[in-house]
């Protein structure tokens, strides 16, 4: 009688472990969050992001944007999200979001895209040409060239000039600090024609500062608006690197973009 019942209880285990184990495979898998920073930044933009990022359960990689050419930028950046076997989400700062708008298209795990000052080019158009679309950028007269051995050049933000158009919502003691440690681009790259943009399949999201002098706020508004964004938020007075000075309220969209392509409510898309 005890051998029954001990075949019993251990049968009884087999199959609810079984059944566990087919609720976890058909259970979403929680999206990982591949953030890509912009021009004149590096991985550490997205410092004040990432922990709260973690806190909500995300698996989170901040890739180091090459910054060499648009199309092998977004190559790389491709390569990660293949090496990821569950879904997406993909969040590119400034010249970061030329780079998600081409690594996504062809990769069926990318489930939203989230533009956080991001440029979000149609085919042909290139950064530079977007941010001097419509008036209010001062970056261009804040850059200077460095030639590159291989021929062409390195564009950079002067230390001295950093602030107004990059970070003029932070401490200055940030704001040397995010100017010290600058990437440059190429000029090649910030000249550099988009291909096909996967902004016009994947559901995408938007947020940027009232008070950017880089990508001016007009042309951010008219890239969400031509992007059908689910939400765009304006940040009231935040600067260019909003996800330093901001970082709640971008990882709360993320979290969110995240969120909806799982299935939850989309929020309504609002304007200032």
């Known amino acids: 009688m005890q051998i029954k019942t001990l075949m019993a209880v251990v049968m009884a285990t087999l199959v609810l472990a079984a059944a566990h184990a087919e609720d976890a495979n058909n259970r979403p898998r929680t999206p990982t969050i591949i953030l890509v920073h912009g021009a004149f930044a590096d991985a550490s933009s997205w410092n004040g992001v990432?922990?709260?990022?973690?806190?909500?359960?995300?698996?989170?990689?901040?890739v180091?944007?090459?910054?060499?050419?648009?199309?092998?930028?977004?190559?790389?950046v491709a390569s990660v999200v293949k090496s990821i076997p569950g879904p997406v989400i993909l969040v590119g700062?400034?010249?970061?979001g030329s780079v998600i708008s081409n690594a996504a298209l062809g990769s069926d795990?990318?489930?939203?895209?989230?533009?956080?000052?991001?440029?979000?080019?149609?085919v042909g158009e290139s950064a530079f040409g977007l941010c001097a679309k419509l008036p209010g950028s001062?970056?261009?007269?804040?850059?200077?060239?460095?030639?590159?051995?291989?021929g062409g050049n390195d564009i950079y933000v002067k230390q001295s000039e950093f602030r107004a158009p990059f970070a003029a919502d932070l401490p200055e003691k940030t704001v040397q600090l995010l100017a010290a440690t600058q990437r440059p681009l190429t000029e090649a790259a910030g000249n550099e024609g988009s291909g096909e943009p996967a902004w016009k399949t994947i559901p995408s999201w938007s947020i940027y500062?009232?008070?950017?002098?880089?990508?001016?706020?007009?042309?951010?508004?008219?890239?969400?608006?031509?992007?059908?964004s689910r939400r765009?938020?304006?940040?009231?007075?935040?600067?260019?690197?909003?996800?330093?000075?901001?970082?709640?309220?971008?990882?709360?969209?993320i979290s969110e973009a995240a969120l909806a392509t799982a299935g939850s409510q989309v929020a309504r898309t609002t304007r200032p």
């Open 64 to 76: 180091a944007n090459p910054l060499r050419g648009l199309a092998s930028d977004s190559a790389y």
């Open 93 to 96: 700062h400034s010249y970061g």
């Open 109 to 122: 795990n990318v489930k939203a895209l989230v533009f956080v000052a991001g440029l979000a080019p149609d």
């Open 232 to 253: 765009t938020e304006v940040v009231k007075g935040a600067s260019h690197v909003v996800m330093v000075s901001h970082p709640n309220e971008v990882a709360k969209m």
């Open 50 to 62: 990432i922990p709260k990022l973690l806190s909500d359960g995300y698996q989170v990689i901040a």
């Open 138 to 150: 001062i970056l261009g007269n804040s850059t200077a060239a460095t030639p590159l051995p291989g």
């Open 209 to 228: 500062g009232s008070a950017d002098m880089a990508i001016p706020p007009a042309v951010q508004d008219f890239m969400a608006d031509r992007a059908r």
